[in-house]
């Protein structure tokens, strides 16, 4: 691995959550220091990746930038529960890596892979209170949503690939619209566009921290990236850009709307985040506003988060009436709501009002202004709607500022904010670089201000329209919902356990011979119909001359195998079925592969040992079976026993390919330095599938284990005096 | 069965099957052997022991059979890993000592002997005690 390749931070990301995790157990602060040292070395490092594309320099950076401030913040947030600092940090970084990861990748599969590790990292964020099923709950809903999008998309990039000849991106060309739908699939449920947005809100259940990282700058953003990537790949598709349109424009309203009816701050946040990622999707035919807008939204949708949390960890709750007044007490917070919804709203100096007057200028000679018209009007009743009831009133009950560290992170999400707004120069060259990549050649010349112009009266419009509308929608308490997507996935999911279950009922509650009886009642109908019809009954024919030993060996093994038969005691039917085991040994020693039977011959002897444990507490005599059972049996074993030996015998009529048996016979002593082939071959030459072997043998000593421990009676082990 | 001619028998021959087993394992590169092989001798050895003196096996308050044959795994994996300065894993590396070739091989063998030994062990462990239950 080059060091400060895209795979270093990747990897940086994977050790230094297990570093945290690891060094919070002896000291937090020390946990703290990693991971502020660790973030900000990542962020410095996406400055110089002049490797890979804009688009996906951007998002890094973006991505990193949020991480480095919630990193910080998350120090603050956990310092009054440091003992669950670590796993919570490590849950972080586990994400942040497989996030860095997905805009690394160079292939879809990559792509995916990592997409799906964001999926499962979230899940366990999402999650991280596991005591509340609410979290639970929470946490499998985003789970099955969005790795189920995740599904759709493989299939897509399936697509995709077998079109283009090509798994990577760079020579990925056009797509058709099958491939499209699906993917879009993955990116409406990653984004938690409409109708698959209820597991955004639900998702709320996680720590603000990871709330803010999540939902502004990670995971939902994965979405975007992915449309801007794809745009001109689909470009003739008819499908991407309708479909886009439409659900974005959906979401949008869905989005506006849930965040003017909540009451919780946190869910207002998802609604507007809902939303937002709507504009994003409407914007996918432009992508310089899109990425302008994005940026935006990730630097104060953070913010505001951090915000929130700021308020939950002083004042326990996010009830916006609740929380009345609360801003009056505290000028850091105040700053923070009031310059992160200002540039929500595009307020001027801004860097939300740099981007919003660059979506509007883009959208100008489109109809889907207008109903962006309402959209952008309902993120200025949502703002009142935040901030109203938090200045209006004296209230001494919430009189407690937080620490100074624990505003540092939002402040400067907010002071970049505005720096950016006043500055927009600064991110000229990236975007020009990565629109030229992405086809579009245009002069970007960001300014903060254009003068009076068409887009500057449209945001004017929408400002006074929120403020004449506010006192109408802001204030009121509205009857939360159940969204009706929300609750046809909640049938299906129970539809789905129901049957599940039935399933599982339907096979699973016999005894042990009802299992042999299905296992190989299947084995005899698939494999023996297989068999019969496309092999046929012609068999390599017997060689002749088998030795007096031979035939005597074998007897042996049939002589033992019916004395297990027949035998009235148990103990008698072990020493049956070991007279039959140690027979095969001897078989394996003729036909010259001693290794096997030695191992035979052991495995023999461990198995009676074990057998007579078992047996030992029954009562030795058996009792004869009913006939009608003993007939069932016969055939079944017959019949499993009969196609074995002729799939055996089958086999091999085919010719063999010996060329890894010549190279093992070959080398073994030149480069395994080891006489006994067999030997060289399992612990050198496919050791790695030895490596795999070994470990299902430990998995069946801690399985058998777990068996007994299953038990009733089970002691578990007492601890040392 | 816990005669004394077992008892007294069962000493010497949980100390000779043990040798054995380190035989088996040793000779294993060159002739019929192994690690496979050698950890089931040495695993039936202690079993033995156990059913004669009615104790389970390794002393449970120092190793569990499990803890020894994850430590297996661990070898294997660590010897697996060594030749990683060549690139590549899970290729042999060789040293030579006067006549002997010695090599990572040798580790990875080892380390199924832990992993057969443990798991075999351990399994009957849990069958022995299982017995004391009520």
């Known amino acids: 691995m080059e060091l400060f390749s895209p795979s270093f931070y990747v990897a940086l990301c994977f050790v230094l959550g297990a570093t945290a995790l690891w060094v919070n157990k002896v000291s937090f602060i020390s946990s703290c220091f990693t991971v502020i040292a660790g973030s900000t070395l990542i962020l410095a490092g996406q400055f110089y990746m002049h490797e890979l594309s804009g688009l996906s320099q951007i998002f890094s950076l973006m991505c990193s930038g949020v991480g480095l401030l919630v990193a910080i913040y998350s120090c603050s947030y956990f310092s009054q529960k440091r003992a669950e600092f670590g796993r919570f940090i490590f849950f972080l970084f586990l994400f942040f890596g497989s996030m860095l990861g997905l805009l690394y990748s160079e292939t879809l599969i990559k792509l995916f892979v990592y997409w799906e590790m964001t999926s499962i990292t979230s899940f366990l964020l999402i999650g991280f209170n596991y005591g509340s099923s609410k979290a639970r709950e929470a946490a499998r809903t985003g789970l099955l949503v969005t790795g189920a999008g995740g599904l759709f998309m493989l299939a897509g990039f399936v697509f995709l690939g077998i079109e283009n000849g090509s798994y990577s991106i760079s020579k990925i060309q056009s797509g058709s619209s099958v491939a499209c739908a699906l993917i879009l699939m993955g990116i409406f449920t990653k984004s938690a566009q409409f109708p698959f947005q209820f597991w955004l809100p639900k998702a709320m259940k996680a720590p603000t921290p990871a709330s803010a990282f999540l939902h502004s700058a990670a995971m939902v953003k994965a979405g975007p990236y992915l449309i801007l990537l794809l745009t001109p790949v689909f470009k003739d598709v008819f499908l991407w850009g309708a479909a886009l349109k439409w659900i974005g424009l959906a ?77 009056r007490n505290n000028v850091f917070i105040l700053a923070v709501f009031s310059i992160s919804l200002a540039s929500m709203v595009g307020l001027i100096p801004m860097f939300g009002f740099v981007a919003k007057e660059l979506v509007i200028k883009s959208l100008l000679n489109d109809w889907i202004l207008f109903p962006l018209f309402i959209v952008f009007t309902g993120y200025g009743v949502s703002a009142i709607r935040i901030l109203w009831p938090m200045l209006n009133s004296e209230n001494k009950n919430l009189k407690s500022s937080p620490e100074v560290y624990f505003i540092l992170a939002p402040l400067a999400g907010c002071v970049i904010s505005v720096v950016l707004g006043i500055l927009p120069q600064l991110l000229n060259s990236i975007i020009e670089k990565t629109l030229a990549e992405l086809g579009v050649l245009t002069s970007l010349d960001l300014h903060l201000w254009h003068g009076v112009t068409k887009p ?55 005894g042990t011979s009802m299992y042999l009886y299905i296992f190989f009642g299947f084995a005899l109908l698939i494999v023996g119909g297989m068999f019969l019809t496309y092999w046929g009954a012609v068999f390599l024919p017997l060689q002749d001359g088998a030795l007096f030993y031979e035939w005597a060996t074998a007897a042996l093994v049939v002589a033992g195998a019916m004395l297990a038969l027949r035998a009235d005691n148990i103990f008698v039917g072990v020493v049956g079925l070991a007279l039959s085991g140690y027979g095969m040994a001897l078989l394996f020693i003729l036909f010259s592969s001693p290794d096997l039977a030695l191992t035979q ?58 060329s890894a048996a010549n190279y093992f016979l070959k080398n073994a002593k030149t480069l395994g330095h080891g006489e006994n082939v067999v030997n060289v071959a399992i612990v050198d030459f496919r050791a790695f599938d030895t490596l795999g072997e070994a470990f299902v043998v430990f998995l069946a000593g801690v399985g058998v284990a777990s068996l007994f421990k299953l038990m009733p009676g089970y002691q578990p082990k007492r601890e040392k005096e | ?113 832990l992993v057969v030994f443990g798991a075999v062990v351990n399994i009957v462990n849990f069958f022995e005690e299982a017995f004391k239950w009520k």
């Open chain 1, 601 to 658: 011959f052991l495995v023999e002897t461990m198995t009676v040992i074990l057998v007579c444990f078992i047996f030992i507490k029954f009562p030795s005599n058996v009792p004869r079976r009913r006939k009608k059972r003993v007939l069932v049996n016969s055939v079944f074993s017959i019949g499993v026993g009969v196609l074995t030996i002729s799939i055996m015998w089958k086999v091999l009529s085919y010719p063999f390919s010996s």
């Open chain 2, 1 to 113: 069965m816990s005669t004394l001619i077992i008892r007294v028998a069962s000493k010497y021959l949980v100390a000779i099957i043990l040798l054995y087993s380190l035989f088996m394992f040793l000779r294993g590169h060159n002739f019929p052997g192994g690690g496979f092989i050698g950890g089931l001798a040495a695993a039936i050895a202690w079993s033995m022991y156990g059913i004669v003196y009615k104790k389970t096996g390794i002393t449970r308050n120092k190793f569990e059979a499990s803890t020894i044959s994850a430590a297996g795994l661990l070898i294997m994996l660590l010897s697996g890993i060594i030749s990683f300065g060549s690139k590549t894993i899970f290729k042999g590396v060789w040293f030579d000592i006067g006549p002997i070739k010695l090599g990572t091989p040798l580790l990875f063998d080892a380390g199924v002997y």
């Open chain 1, 456 to 510: 500057f009266l449209f945001s004017m419009g929408i400002i006074l329209l929120s403020f004449l509308l506010a006192p109408f929608i802001a204030l009121k308490v509205y009857k939360g919902r159940v969204g009706i997507s929300e609750k046809l996935y909640e049938h299906f999911w129970r539809l789905v356990r129901v049957y599940s279950q039935k399933t599982v009922n339907a096979w699973h509650h016999f």
């Open chain 1, 251 to 327: 979401s949008a309203l869905v989005g506006v709307w849930m965040s003017v009816s909540k009451r919780d701050l946190k869910e207002i946040l998802a609604g507007l985040t809902i939303s937002a990622l709507g504009v994003m999707c409407i914007l996918s035919s432009t992508p310089k506003a899109l990425i302008l807008f994005l940026l935006a939204h990730s630097l104060y949708k953070s913010a505001l988060f951090m915000g929130v949390g700021i308020l939950d960890q002083k004042f326990g709750t996010r009830d916006i009436f609740k929380l009345q007044g609360v801003l």
